[in-house]
């Protein structure tokens, strides 16, 4: 470090620093500079004194104009809750059909239906509706008992299997392990298989075809459609629960699984239900 000395191109003083023959100028920051620097300070100040901001033993200073963050909070969810409370009502008026005919409802109602779909329904169907093995898609085409948003609202409204529910969507598929022997469950299995055009045991479709007209044909019908008055599902499509492939078919023929859907109706309220049917209609797989 050197002395301090007047540059003698700039005139102006340095300020005592040198590196390798270098000295640094002390040139002062510009006035508009310090003044905006001050202000900024001045501001700061200002605003701690305004607004709350400094902290106390068990609480903080208020301010001046005793804002708090908190309270608009919940002025803004009042207001929303508010506004929100008016087409609840509604909703709660309208039938589900009139519901869908007017886009204002429609899409409160499916906004209402998604929230409610993530805190009761994703636990089973998944957080995108796609389902699992043994729980529905919701965004398929397929539907035991209708894709119509009312037929919907009917099988959320009373659930599926749902011992507490006295209009609970019902259907049971008997265990065939008692009615057919291994050969015939490998034959009706490799039948159904191959409706899909899924790869089959050829030379059990034949007599697989007989099993099922004697046994299966009553609930799922002739053409293997499927009954949705019976809940039966459609055994031609490519569209399974439990899994498909003639080993996953022969399991189901044996011993059924079938799942069971809570009642919805007494715990969410009318509203919900309908907010809730609108929003698995809208998902694209309905009618």
Same mark, same amino acid.
Request: proline share 3%.
């Given at each position: 470090?050197? @002395?301090?000395?007047?540059? *003698?191109?700039?005139?102006?003083?340095?300020?005592?620093?040198?590196?390798? &023959?270098?000295?640094?100028?002390?040139?002062?920051?510009?006035?508009?500079?310090?003044? /905006?620097?001050?202000?900024?300070?001045?501001? &700061?100040? %200002?605003?701690?004194?305004?607004?709350?901001?400094?902290?106390?033993?068990?609480?903080?200073?208020?301010?001046?104009?005793?804002?708090?963050?908190?309270? !608009?909070?919940?002025?803004?969810?009042? #207001?929303?809750?508010?506004?929100? &409370?008016?087409?609840?009502?509604?909703? *709660?008026?309208?039938?589900?059909?009139?519901?869908?005919?007017?886009?204002?409802?429609?899409?409160?109602?499916?906004? #209402?239906?998604?929230?409610?779909? *993530?805190?009761?329904?994703?636990?089973?169907?998944?957080?995108?509706?796609? &389902?699992?093995?043994?729980?529905?898609?919701?965004?398929?085409?397929?539907?035991?008992?209708?894709?119509?948003?009312?037929?919907?609202?009917?099988?959320?409204?009373?659930?599926?299997?749902? %011992?507490?529910?006295?209009? /609970?969507?019902?259907?049971?598929?008997?265990?065939?392990?008692?009615?057919?022997?291994? *050969?015939?469950?490998?034959?009706?299995?490799?039948?159904?298989?191959?409706?899909?055009?899924?790869?089959? !045991?050829?030379?059990?479709?034949?007599?697989?075809?007989?099993?099922?007209?004697?046994?299966?044909?009553?609930?799922?019908?002739? @053409?293997?459609?499927?009954?949705?008055?019976?809940?039966?599902?459609?055994?031609?499509?490519?569209?399974?629960?439990?899994?498909?492939?003639?080993?996953?078919?022969?399991?189901?023929?044996?011993?059924?699984?079938?799942?069971?859907?809570?009642?919805?109706?007494?715990?969410?309220? !009318?509203?919900?239900?309908?907010?809730?049917?609108?929003?698995?209609?809208?998902?694209?797989?309905?009618?």
């Amino acid at each position: 470090m050197s @002395d301090k000395h007047i540059d *003698k191109i700039s005139g102006v003083s340095t300020t005592g620093h040198e590196w390798d &023959g270098i000295r640094e100028l002390n040139n002062p920051m510009p006035r508009w500079w310090v003044w /905006t620097f001050y202000a900024t300070i001045f501001w &700061g100040l %200002a605003y701690t004194i305004a607004y709350p901001a400094w902290p106390l033993l068990t609480s903080s200073t208020k301010g001046l104009f005793g804002y708090s963050s908190r309270a !608009e909070v919940v002025q803004d969810m009042a #207001a929303a809750d508010a506004i929100r &409370g008016s087409y609840v009502e509604l909703i *709660k008026g309208k039938t589900i059909n009139d519901i869908l005919a007017d886009e204002t409802l429609r899409s409160i109602a499916v906004s #209402a239906g998604g929230a409610a779909f *993530k805190v009761n329904c994703v636990q089973c169907h998944g957080s995108g509706a796609q &389902g699992s093995s043994g729980y529905p898609n919701l965004n398929d085409d397929d539907w035991l008992w209708g894709g119509k948003a009312d037929a919907i609202q009917q099988t959320i409204n009373h659930g599926v299997r749902f %011992a507490g529910d006295g209009q /609970t969507r019902d259907s049971v598929m008997p265990a065939f392990a008692d009615v057919l022997d291994r *050969k015939q469950i490998q034959e009706v299995s490799s039948y159904v298989a191959s409706l899909t055009g899924a790869a089959a !045991e050829q030379s059990n479709i034949a007599h697989g075809a007989v099993i099922f007209a004697d046994n299966c044909a009553a609930c799922h019908g002739a @053409d293997a459609k499927g009954n949705r008055e019976l809940g039966a599902p459609d055994l031609t499509d490519a569209i399974w629960l439990n899994g498909s492939g003639e080993a996953a078919i022969a399991a189901q023929v044996k011993s059924p699984k079938m799942g069971v859907m809570p009642a919805w109706g007494d715990r969410l309220g !009318e509203t919900a239900v309908k907010e809730l049917a609108v929003f698995v209609h809208s998902l694209g797989g309905s009618e």
